[in-house]
């Protein structure tokens, strides 16, 4: 103890410089100035009144007099404001909505910009789209009605029919999301106390809310969302509702799609898709295999990118998000060049968020799949998407039509070297005696053989795809050649897995020891 200067000195030289009261000798060093006057706030805080009960003082801030408050005249009040033209205005939006539309571009420092000011408002939302606020009722009806002629944006009657069919059509869209955003893991389909049809436990599957708060972690960490597709049926494992979701709640975050096992399909299907699909997000062809892989360069490359964007945070962090079984714990085992998830022929696999280290500045999270509930949806949608597992569906034989609907016939007979069905009982049976599948009494075991079926089928054992948009009528002319190789993804793929290799070793160079946190 001394005087405030030796102290001071000796904190200095002790290297405890944080401010706080100095202890000085014969002061109060429990208090402050500040504290002593927090604390007469409430001990001598109250107003003070004459005899009568006039105010004399009101207690601190209960004063409704308005102090005298001068602002000092100085230039830099108005440093900071800029006037622009409404024109100007005008032209910086329609660049800005351009720049957000286009998801090849990326916005930064968006917290830099008044971006709600900056923003169009949603013309449909806007008070002056509702038409009771801009006529009202007795405007437009009754004994003193004043409207001539009601306004109708159309100018024939068939124009009106299609704007009111497209309303109706993004009404529904709109109504089909809002049930899965709103409830998300909230599945029922029930309307009004019942259900129209009773689907099955198993056809719930990655709905449940403990799936949807793996998923809201997920999100909510990563920088980059990959939403991995199946190069098979690309829009039925699409998402929408979590699309609409991160469009909504989380803009800043890019999401890109991942085309996975684009070995399963002929390359024109694979290239079409990727085509169509990037007309959207960025898109990338994948073939997730560890020893053999397609896209892994370029996959690393868009994430090294994304990396380099956000260049002043320390890490940026990437989700993969999709259906069950679409191949997300493959891909991160694919660009780690090992085995760091579970990974199993079966869907809901993943069961927990997972966190691995790609490099020094990259972590990959794994996230169990998830179903959007939906109700248009029927089982047998449900089943050809790989979300249920085959062994608990009951009469599994039901859906061999479906089978036999989505192949075609020449692939059906290579892979189980049978031929000569006319509808699925018959091929089903064809196939149990040719397996030797019988019950007693020589009857074929209807529904092991059809759970079989349904295994290739979901495994890729059974070629099939769906057909990308405009193109049904299959490959253009150049690209027979690529529908040659038809379950492989051709030639050109060879060349770019010696690029892939090469983007392997630079990620083995950079990585560091392998970290795996299970949260
Ligand atoms: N042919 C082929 N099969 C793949 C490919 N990627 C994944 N698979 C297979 O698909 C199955 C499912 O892969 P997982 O990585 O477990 O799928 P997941 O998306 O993590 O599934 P959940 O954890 O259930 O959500 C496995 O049997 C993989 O071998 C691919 O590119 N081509
Ligand atoms: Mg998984």
């Known amino acids: 103890m001394g005087t405030a200067k030796k102290e001071k000195s000796r904190r200095t030289r002790e290297g405890n410089t944080k401010d706080g009261n100095l202890r000085v000798k014969g002061e109060n060093f429990y208090r402050d100035g500040k504290r002593v006057k927090f604390l007469n706030m409430y001990t001598k805080g109250g107003a003070i009144k004459n005899k009568k009960g006039d105010l004399v003082r009101a207690a601190p801030l209960q004063d409704t007099a308005t102090p005298d408050a001068r602002v000092q005249p100085d230039r830099r009040w108005f440093g900071n404001s800029r006037v622009i033209s409404q024109d100007a205005l005008t032209h910086f939006r329609d660049a800005l909505g351009e720049t957000k539309k286009d998801t090849y571009q990326v916005l930064l420092r968006r917290n830099k910009l008044p971006m709600s000011l900056l923003d169009e408002k949603d013309t449909t939302e806007s008070p002056k789209a509702r038409i009771l606020e801009t006529e009202t009722y007795a405007h437009a009806f009754g004994p003193k009605a004043q409207r001539k002629k009601p306004r109708v944006a159309a100018s024939s009657l068939d124009d009106l029919v299609k704007s009111t069919v497209d309303d109706h059509k993004t009404f529904e869209e709109k109504q089909e999301l809002s049930t899965t955003l709103g409830l998300m893991g909230n599945a029922s389909d029930e309307q009004d106390g019942w259900t129209q049809v009773a689907k099955e436990h198993i056809f719930s599957k990655g709905q449940s809310k403990r799936i949807w708060n793996e998923l809201y972690k997920v999100i909510d ?45 002929p390359t024109w299907v694979a290239a079409a898709w990727v085509k169509h699909l990037s007309k959207e997000r960025p898109t990338l062809a994948f073939h997730a295999s560890i020893t053999n892989s397609f896209g892994k360069g370029s996959l690393i490359q868009l994430l090294r990118q994304f990396s380099q964007l956000h260049s002043d945070r320390k890490q940026i962090s990437v989700g993969f998000i999709g259906y069950p079984n679409t191949g997300k714990s493959s891909i991160i085992n694919t660009l ?14 993943t069961k927990v968020w997972q966190y691995i280290t790609l490099m020094k500045r990259i972590f990959l999270i794994d996230c169990p799949g998830i179903v959007p509930p939906s109700s248009k949806d029927t089982e047998e949608d449900i089943l050809f998407r790989g979300v249920v597992r085959v062994e608990h569906v009951s009469n599994p034989e039901q859906f061999i039509p479906g089978v036999l609907k989505r192949c075609q016939v020449k692939h059906l007979e290579r892979t189980y070297e049978i031929s000569g069905w006319n509808d699925a009982t018959e091929f089903i049976e064809l196939l ?42 299959g490959p253009k002319k150049g690209e027979e050649g690529a529908k040659k190789g038809e379950e492989t993804s051709g030639e050109t793929t060879s060349n770019k897995r010696k690029a892939d290799d090469e983007a392997t070793e630079e990620v083995a160079k950079e990585t560091t020891e392998p970290k795996k946190v299970k949260v």
């Open 221 to 265: 960490s990563s920088d980059v969302v990959i939403h991995v597709l199946d190069a098979r049926d690309p829009l039925g494992t699409r998402c929408k509702s979590v699309e609409e979701y991160m469009k909504n709640e989380t803009p800043h975050k890019h999401l890109i799609y991942v085309l996975n096992k684009c070995d399963l399909v």
């Open 336 to 349: 780690r060049k090992k085995k760091v998830c579970q990974v199993a022929p079966i869907p809901g696999e």
């Open 432 to 473: 149990a005696r040719k397996g030797g599948r019988l019950l007693k009494g020589g009857e074929p075991d209807e529904s092991g053989v059809a759970k079989q079926i349904l295994n290739d089928f979901n495994r890729g054992k059974i070629p099939w795809f769906t057909f990308p948009p405009d193109r049904e009528e």
